[in-house]
């Protein structure tokens, strides 16, 4: 697939938009899978998998990815990866998917782990589902697609969203809390029933917290 954007999401994570060479259609996904890159940095091939950060729309993928202190795969991307180069892609793959019902969905993501929850997001605004949305960042430089979500609960009542920061610096915009989760600052983020269906994701300390 050939890339056809690059954009910076935060200081830290930057979106790749991949299409076909030829034009032609992609094979669709589920909301929450990811794809894999096959690349090949200083002759060593490797193979990463990332999320699939946007809805399926079967002219493109994005996936977004973070630069990773030492990271071969994220730092040959961010530096040497540009608009026009080619990259080996690996079909969706992945059980972490948006399941169907009518329940209210509950998304928490940490850091990068936003990049899946974006497109089970958007599907679970396309059935009408009540979606509370909540995501833990260390500051506002590294809180990639907050302006994104803004747009959506603007357009869509049924969201309702919420922003951790570890530290809150100076005259970015504010998080609804700062410090770390407790099991009573979660309660109040999530819907008044716990009848709900809830993904999240995230570095592993942070998923045994929630």
């Known amino acids: 697939l050939r890339v056809t954007r690059k954009v910076a999401e935060s200081a830290e994570i930057t979106s790749f938009y991949l299409a076909p060479q030829d034009g032609g259609a992609l094979v669709s996904f589920a909301p929450g899978q990811y794809i894999g890159l096959h690349l090949v940095v200083g002759g060593q091939e ?17 996936i977004s990815v973070k630069r990773e202190a030492g990271g071969v795969a994220s730092n040959f ?21 948006l399941a169907d019902g009518d329940k209210p969905v509950v998304l928490i993501s940490g ?13 679970a605004l396309q ?5 509370h949305f909540i995501h833990f960042a260390r500051n506002h430089a590294v809180h990639a697609f907050r302006d994104a979500i803004e747009a959506r609960q603007a357009q869509h009542p ?31 983020y999530l819907p ?6 809830a993904y999240f994701l995230g570095p592993k300390p942070f998923m045994r917290q929630i």
Do not use: C, K, W
């Open 46 to 62: 490797i193979r990463r998998n990332y999320s699939l950060s946007a809805s399926p729309n079967g002219r493109d993928y994005r």
């Open 77 to 97: 991307l961010h530096d040497q990866i540009q608009e026009g180069d080619t990259l080996q892609v690996y079909p969706p793959a992945g059980d972490f998917v």
């Open 111 to 123: 850091g990068v782990g936003i990049t899946p929850t974006l497109a089970m997001l958007d599907a």
């Open 127 to 131: 059935a009408r589902r009540t979606v």
């Open 158 to 188: 049924q969201l309702q969203r919420f922003y951790v920061y570890d530290e809150h610096q100076g005259d970015a915009p504010a998080p609804h809390a700062t410090g770390r989760l407790d099991a009573a600052q979660l309660a109040q």
């Open 192 to 197: 008044a029933s716990r009848d709900v269906d």
